[in-house]
């Protein structure tokens, strides 16, 4: 009786443990850390997760993990609520479409990947943001930003990877993938 | 294995399609949320405070360590540094003592010329300091999360300064955090005044690091390096807080360049400048 109930709370552990661990990383990108780098250079850490995690086990990161991370980027932001919530749903829907053939691949061919589809993730958000505010946003800070988000997908998918590697190894596929 | 069918469709095909319905509803209200919030929609506004109420103390929480190794990297510079920041004390404090005499001379001349023209002084702020727990800001917004406590004076509006000038003010407060709007993003609009010409205006973020001066003319009398400061036009921020310098001058672009360096804050202070209340007070008084 109680090894089920451990048993249990071991395999819901282990069905949020990505979205856990994406929401600890989006925490860790707020710190303040007082460098005197340009505000710019901040990247997209949440991108980068959604990615991650849609391409490596979308049966443990949902169309809902996207959106809750989502709603919690977006309240954590001034950016209008609903703008994350979009682009990460936009990344997941485009991550999970060719989650067979980047997950199959080499590491630099999911990072061609990431770059193509953060782009169009930031282009899509630029877009939108600029509809909300009636205006172009400047466009020199979210290259930057796109920049840096790119750079910093190997650290980012290595966290990622000890978390899967560490308690989601042997873990069977929780769903039907369905594709 | 006989597969289950569900009105005539296979299970497995079933699945996939409510998932992609699932998917659609999902970005359908995505876009309604948009919506929602440019409508300034109060339930969106308390959820959406409710959730950084709750993940406001993980950040600062987080941040411990890194606060520990930065404050021992602060203590052996100011160590290494003590010698020559005495010296500097020294002689800034002779300039001090200087002035202060001169702010004594002007401060009476000052009293003596207001009661002469029976001037009412506005209400005084009052300042709350609080300390910075998170940062955000990219090309599409710059924001500070600040501890608060428990503070009931703290109100959306408010204005908040860093160490030498004004740096935003208080989009909302969750509980004992208050969320800051920077003067860089671009949702903040804050009515400015040229100190050497008083021309007036309206100084607006565009999420880079130099927001831009609105609503000027073309023949305005404005100059690169003019000290541009609040104007106390709307009742919210208080007169004559320093915002920065005119740092560039085009046609139609006149940017300025913050006095206090917004991507390094530790503390800010938040003033508590309620003029509407001050004006109430006034009133009842001279009703009485």
């Known amino acids: ?71 919690i980027a977006d309240s954590l932001s001034t950016v209008p609520i609903g703008l ?29 990947g990431l770059l193509l589809i953060t782009l169009a993730a930031f282009s899509i958000k630029w877009l939108l943001a600029s509809v909300y505010y009636s205006t172009f946003l400047p466009l020199s800070g979210i290259i930057l930003s796109y920049s840096t988000t790119i750079l910093l997908y190997p650290f980012i998918a290595w966290l990622n990877f000890m978390v899967q590697n560490k308690f989601l190894n042997n873990e069977e596929v929780l769903y039907e993938q369905g594709q | 294995m006989k597969r289950r069918r569900v009105l005539f469709i296979k299970l497995s095909q079933f699945r996939v399609f409510l998932r992609k319905c699932v998917t659609a509803v999902l970005f359908v209200s995505a876009l309604a949320f948009m919506i929602l919030s440019k409508a300034d929609s109060l339930v969106l506004e308390k959820a959406s405070n409710l959730t950084a109420a709750i993940f406001s103390p993980i950040i600062q929480f987080m941040q411990l360590p890194a606060q520990i190794l930065y404050a021992g990297y602060e203590k052996v510079r100011d160590i290494s540094n003590v010698y ?10 002779l300039d001090m003592l ?33 300390r910075v727990v998170a940062e955000e800001g990219d090309g ?22 860093g160490q030498e000038s004004l740096i935003g003010r208080i989009e909302n407060v969750m509980g004992s955090y208050a969320h800051i709007i920077l003067l860089t993003d671009i949702n903040s609009k804050i009515p400015v005044i040229i100190e050497r010409s008083r ?13 831009k001066l609105l609503f000027t003319t073309r023949d305005a009398d404005i100059m690169e390096g003019d000290l541009v400061s609040t104007s106390g036009v709307a009742g919210i921020l208080p007169a004559g807080l320093s915002i920065g310098y005119i740092r560039h001058i085009e046609k139609d672009n006149i940017s300025v360049k913050p006095l206090t360096d917004i991507e390094s804050l530790e503390y800010v202070k938040i003033v508590n400048y309620n003029v509407f209340q001050g004006l109430a007070e006034t009133k009842s008084e001279k009703e009485k």
């Open chain 2, 98 to 130: 200087m002035l202060k005499n001169q702010v004594r001379t002007l401060e009476i001349e000052n009293n003596l010329l207001a009661e002469l023209l029976n001037y009412q002084t506005p209400p005084e702020a009052q300042y709350i300091s609080a």
């Open chain 2, 140 to 161: 599409f917004s710059h924001s500070l999360i600040a501890y608060i406590g428990n503070n009931n004076n703290i109100k959306q509006g408010q204005a908040v300064l």
């Open chain 2, 84 to 93: 020559k920041q005495n010296v500097q004390l020294k002689n800034e404090n």
């Open chain 1, 1 to 71: 009786m109680k090894d089920s109930m451990f048993e249990m709370v071991g395999f819901q552990f282990k069905r949020i443990l990505p979205l856990f661990c994406s929401i600890l990383i989006l925490l860790a990108a707020h710190i303040p850390y007082h460098f005197n780098i340009a505000k710019y250079l901040i990247p997209d850490l949440g991108i980068l997760c959604v990615y991650y995690w849609s391409t490596h086990r979308c049966d443990l990161f949902g169309v809902w993990s996207a959106f809750i991370f989502g709603l």
């Open chain 1, 84 to 112: 994350n919530i979009l682009t990460y749903l936009f990344v997941y829907v485009l991550a999970n479409t060719f989650q067979n053939y980047i997950s199959t691949r080499s590491f630099a061919t999911g990072w061609g």
């Open chain 2, 199 to 211: 021309v007036r205006a309206i100084l607006s973020g565009d999420n880079t690091l130099s927001p």
